[in-house]
């Protein structure tokens, strides 16, 4: 679960990320990104999450087409 504050600090079990906006309210075991690297990660976790999506989606469909045609399908 993420929680996110005014002062764009974002805690999840524990762990803080701290944007340079509240650098000031950071603990020395915080990770500090900034807002830019924030979203090019966040962009590249979202482009590597729909990538494993269509492929799951095609795998199913192509199961799910097999057993239509009653074929046996291998791995």
Known sequence: MMLENSNCEIARQGQT???VASAENANPKAI????????RLLRRAMEVLSTRERKALMERSRLTNAADLGVAVTP
């Open 17 to 19: 990320w701290v944007t």
């Open 32 to 39: 500090r990104l900034e807002a830019c690297e924030f979203e």
